[in-house]
C-alpha cells in the first residue's frame, strides 16, 4: 500500500476548449508546448506534490506568476520586456494556449514557462515565497452571484498566492467588472495584502489586452488594482 498522500478531488468550472483551433496553433501545440510547460505540476505527475524548483528551470532567475494568461499578450510583452526576469502563466484553456505559443514565436522570448491547467496545482508543488510578483489580468467574473465563489478572489485561493508570494511581493488585478472590484477590494486585504492603489490609470508597463479591448468597445471602464504582500 503507498505511504503517498491522495489529493482531495476538486472541481474546475473554467472553460478547456473552444472554437476550432487553425492549422497553424494545432502545430505550435504539437511542437511547442512540451518543452515550455513545467512538468509534475499535475496531481497525476506529482501526486506527492513535491516541492519544485520552479527558479532552477528558468535559469535561475527571479519568478513572477500570471493566473489566467488569455490570448497572452501580457505574458509575452512582460517577458520581452523584463528578460532577466522568469515569469510562469497558468491557463487551462487550449485556444489561449495556442495563441500564446504562436506570440512566444513571433517574440522569440524564452525566459517564460506555461502550466496548462489549474492554478491550485501549481501552487501546490511551489515553495513558499516563490513569486516576486502576480498578476491577475481580466478574470472570469463569475457575474451570477451564486457563482460569486469561483472567483480567483476567494479565500482559498487567496490564502495559496498569500503563501507563494514573497513578503512585499507586489500583486496587481485588473478587471472590468465592478462587483469584481467589490470582492477584490474586500477579500485581498482579508487575506494579507495592503492595498496600494485603486486607480484608473494603468500600470507603467501595462499592455492592454484583447479582453481589456473588448471592454472598451462595449462600454466598460477598466480598473486597476495593486496590492502588496504583507
Not at 474546475?12 to 511542437?31: D, I, M, N, P
Not at 451564486?146 to 498569500?162: E, I, K, Q, S
Not at 494579507?192 to 486607480?199: H, K, M, T
Request: contains cysteine.
Amino acid at each position: 500500500m503507498s505511504d503517498e498522500p491522495v489529493a482531495e478531488r476538486r472541481n474546475f468550472y473554467g472553460r478547456v476548449h473552444g472554437k476550432t483551433l487553425r492549422a497553424s496553433q494545432k502545430t505550435y501545440l504539437a511542437e511547442d508546448l512540451a518543452g515550455l510547460s513545467l512538468t509534475g505540476v499535475t496531481r497525476e505527475d506529482n501526486p506527492a506534490r513535491a516541492v519544485m524548483d520552479l527558479s532552477a528551470r528558468l535559469g535561475a532567475r527571479p519568478l513572477w506568476l500570471e493566473v489566467g494568461f488569455g490570448g497572452g499578450e501580457h505574458l509575452v510583452h512582460m517577458a520581452a520586456r523584463y528578460p532577466e526576469i522568469g515569469i510562469v502563466g497558468c491557463e487551462p484553456f487550449v485556444n489561449g494556449i495556442a495563441m500564446l505559443l504562436g506570440k512566444i514565436r513571433a517574440a522569440g522570448v524564452s525566459n517564460l514557462k506555461i502550466h496548462p491547467g489549474d492554478v491550485r496545482d501549481l501552487f501546490d508543488v511551489c515553495a513558499d515565497q516563490s513569486f516576486g510578483k502576480a498578476f491577475l489580468n481580466y478574470p472570469d467574473p463569475w457575474p451570477k452571484a451564486r457563482h460569486h465563489r469561483r472567483r480567483f478572489v476567494t479565500p482559498g485561493y487567496l490564502a495559496a498566492l498569500h503563501r507563494v508570494l514573497q513578503p512585499g511581493a507586489e500583486f496587481r488585478v485588473a478587471t472590468d467588472i465592478p462587483d469584481y472590484v467589490r470582492q477584490t477590494l474586500e477579500e485581498v486585504p482579508r487575506a494579507g495584502f495592503v492595498l496600494l492603489d485603486q486607480g484608473g490609470v494603468p500600470w507603467a508597463d501595462w499592455i492592454s489586452t484583447r479582453y481589456e479591448q473588448k471592454a472598451l468597445r462595449e462600454g466598460r471602464v477598466p480598473h486597476y488594482l495593486t496590492f502588496r504582500r504583507v
